[in-house]
Each structure stands twice: as structure tokens, then as C-alpha cells.
């Protein structure tokens, strides 16, 4: 990433379901797996990224690669929030960085990492170049590497 | 439902995985959907009415009508199974009962009821006659009304 | 219900989880089962009825009875709200209905109705008599029946 | 690992539920966080190590570390397994590596990896020694490293 690059990224409190939690008393690990699903559906419609969008250019965004680093469990009541950030690269890829902290004291709960690549729609084969609109959307975005 | 009528049932025993389980120690209410929805598979498989295939003829099988009574928790570590049980219709629609309950002592924990209609997978319009394959299939079993 | 009951009730917009689409493109049957929690959540926040206050006072409240009607499919990219209605009972019990609709033009997608009961949270004794604090809620709020 | 260390694994095979389908008509990615979680008690029932006997020994094993690569997507109807390993370390840690595969063609359809740490079940501190069951087991298991 050169230092010309912006930083795109989205914070978003959220809420943690009473179904979410365990008989630990903790937020089940696995669903922290659909907290970066929403920070990335907040990042696509903040940024002109959305999964329909893409979808209708022909493009699926399977996840390929999923990182999760648990620091501190979460019980239910506490006001969490996510940022996810857009990791610039040559690549014909999506890579997030996310990280979960309570929205006031800032205490970090949980960090992640996805890789998505594109697939086309219609022959579910990997597309090893940038798509069009992406290209268009990274340099839009100065997100270029 | 005439005394002609066979009953077509399927009993089948599963595992309450950690996840299902929550922060009050019992399987979460909402789970037992995902356990109804087992056990119409395992009906599928064992009498022939499986999705792919009716999705194959043309058809989806929308649920319209979920009723859930819920009599004892059930607690991780317990061994329960399901018990699904057609009921015959004159209708186009799939009725199903369910009885969850301990696989040996036979103490019910919940029982259901869904209702499901036939839709064509195409235009998405409700189906109101029975489709041919479901006739067919209704009489295979003598379960027709 | 007399006449001079207050009606307590919470509207909520929400947001379609990508993951709570199913392969038909439709949202999951059982995802329903979420929102009417997160629709009890918002109403406890709202009337002073929280989860956890309950359970500091002693008390669980567990789902014996629910029942879920699918008027129309949602599809994702909806932008969908959901109304919890609380119902007046003389009894030890949590009544509520639910309405799922989009939040524009209000069509009906979903309803359901959902009875809870009073679980000493020690004993995990049944409840018969309302507890203190409901019974003070309900006069608080002038829905004793 | 010295090679005196046996190799613990348990490999089952386990049904993809519709309601796990997600609307690009594969499964969706964080119900493998699920599937691990299954693999891990089979491998807890077969090997003497499971949740409620460490609960009951006043332990609780939070996972601290989740990695998953995704090959090739899961559709409904496949026959998939899953393979279990556990991986030996000195540490008081539980750490496995996954293997998630088309039963007949072996076809690797994801791989995974889990760390989980030991915390006391009272005062939820993390334990850095092995707690006292868990060296006899490693010992019993001849995978003490």
C-alpha cells in the first residue's frame, strides 16, 4: 500500500441478541463470523460496494480466507461496535480487517480478517483479473495500490 | 382423514450441539425449527418427497404456518429424537406434526405443526391444485383423503 | 382487554442479514423467530421490561407457545420493520403479536404471537401468580386487565 | 511433535440442512464455525474429553484462535465428512486441525484450524498450566509432546 492510499473503513455500534449468547454466558464464538458480514454490508453501502450491485454485474464475492483472534468474551448488554477497513491490493480481491470493542471504552473484543475473491455468476469460475467496476471503484476510491 | 389412510411417520434421534444452547442453559426456542426442518428431510429421504426433487418437477414448498408449543426444556447432554408425521390433505399442501422428546424415556419436550403450499419455482404464484407428481405420490402411499 | 388499557407496542426498522437468505432467495422461515426477539428486546428497553432485570429480580421467561403465519416472502435489499404488540392478561404471562411488513408501503409479510411464562430462575418452578414486579409493571402502565 | 506421539482423529459425516444454504445456493460460510464445533464434541465423545466432564473439573475452554480456508463451495445435497486432528503442544491448549471433504471423492472442500485455551469456570481467569485432567489425559493418549 503506498502512502497515497486512503483509509476506507465504516464503524457501526450493534446489538448483541439474547440467541446469541451461550450457555457460557458468552456471545457464541461463531457469531462473529455474521458481525463482519454486517460491517461488510455497512462498508458496500457506504462506499457504492454492495453485494447486489455486484451481483448484477454478473459477480459473486465468495469468502476464501477467515481469520478470527478472540481477546475478550462478550456478554449480553454490552454496546459493542465494529470497524471494518478496506485493504488495498493489486489483486482481484476483498480483504477486511475487522475489530469488535466496546463502544465507549474502546476495549478490543475480537479482531478478524476475510479474503474474498471474485467469482463469475454464471460459470462459478474464479475471475483472476480485477473486474471492470472494481478497477473503476478502486481508483474512484484512490484504493489503487 | 379416512381409516383407509396409512400413516406415514419417521422417527429419527439427534444431537443438541453447544451452539443451540443458550445463556439460560436449555436449547434456545428458536432452534427447533432447524430440528423440524431435519426431520422433514429425513421424511423426504425415506418416502421419496425430497426438495431437490420437487424442486426438479418445478415446484418450491414455502412454509405458511409454524406452530410451536414448547412443554420442557431440553438441556445439552440430553438424548432426544424427533417424530414427524404427515397428516393427509385434500389440499394442495404438505401438513406436517412433530414430537421431540427424550429418545428413551419418551418425556415430550415440544411439539409442531407447519404447513406448507406448493409454489411454482418460475413465476413464484401459489400452486392451488395438487401438482401431478404430488397426486401421484399421495396415491403411491394411500394417503389420499 | 377493558377498554381503558393502554396499547404498549414498539415499531423497529431492521435490516435483512445476506446469511438469513436461504437458496430459495428468501428470508430462512426460522429467521423470523429472531426478529420477534429482538422485537421483545426493543419492547422491554422501550416499557422498562428488560431481560435482565427480570432475571436480577428472580425470574426467567420462557417461550411455551409460538405461532408464526407467512403472508409474503422478503427478499434481500427489503427495507422491512417489525411492530411487537403487548396483549393484557389477568395471567402470569408474557402475550405478545407481532406484524413483519415492509416499512414503506406496509405490506404484511409476516405475523405471529408469542405466550411466555414466569420460571422461578433458582427452582426452575412454573410461576402461577404474577410476580411483584409485573404486577406493579402492569399498573405502571395501565394494562392490568 | 516427537514421533512417539499418536495421532488422535475422528472423521464423520454429517448432512448439510437446507436452512444452511445460503441465497448463492451454497453453504454458507460461517456454518463451518458449526461443523468444527460438531467435529470437536465427536472428538470429545470418542476420546474421553468432553465439554461437561471439563465443566464438571471447574474448566471452560474458550476458543482463542479460528482459521478457515475455503476450496471449493458446498452445495445441498452433497455427502460431505469431516476430519478431525488433534495437534500435541505442551501448552494448556486444545488445538485442532479440520478437514472438511466430499465422503466418496475425498475432495477437500475447506480446512480449519482452532486454539482454545483452558479459563476457570469460577473466577473465568485464563490457567497457563495444564490443568491436572488434562496432563493424564495427554498422558493416557501418549500425545504428551
Same mark, same amino acid.
Do not use: C
Given at each position: ?23 457460557? *454466558? ?5 457469531? /462473529?463470523? &455474521?458481525? #463482519? ?8 453501502? @457506504? $462506499? *457504492? ?5 455486484? /451481483?448484477? &454485474?454478473? #459477480? ?8 478470527? @483472534? $478472540? ?75
Amino acid at each position: 500500500m503506498t502512502e497515497r492510499n486512503n483509509i476506507l473503513s465504516v464503524t457501526k455500534p450493534f446489538e448483541i441478541r439474547f440467541s446469541e449468547v451461550d450457555s457460557m *454466558g458468552v456471545v457464541w464464538h461463531g457469531h /462473529y463470523v &455474521k458481525y #463482519f458480514e454486517d460491517a461488510r454490508e455497512a462498508f458496500g453501502a @457506504k $462506499y *457504492g460496494l454492495e453485494y447486489l450491485m455486484m /451481483y448484477d &454485474k454478473g #459477480f459473486l464475492e465468495p469468502i476464501v480466507d477467515l481469520t478470527v @483472534k $478472540y481477546k475478550r468474551p462478550m456478554v449480553y448488554g454490552m454496546k459493542p461496535e465494529i470497524e471494518i477497513v478496506y485493504r488495498p491490493t493489486e489483486a482481484a480481491k476483498l480483504i477486511f480487517d475487522y475489530e469488535i470493542r466496546d463502544a465507549i471504552t474502546k476495549e478490543v473484543f475480537v479482531t478478524g480478517h476475510t479474503v474474498q475473491v471474485f467469482m463469475d455468476r454464471y460459470s462459478h469460475q474464479l475471475v483472476l483479473n480485477n473486474p471492470d467496476f472494481y478497477e473503476k471503484w478502486k481508483q474512484k476510491w484512490e484504493v489503487n495500490v
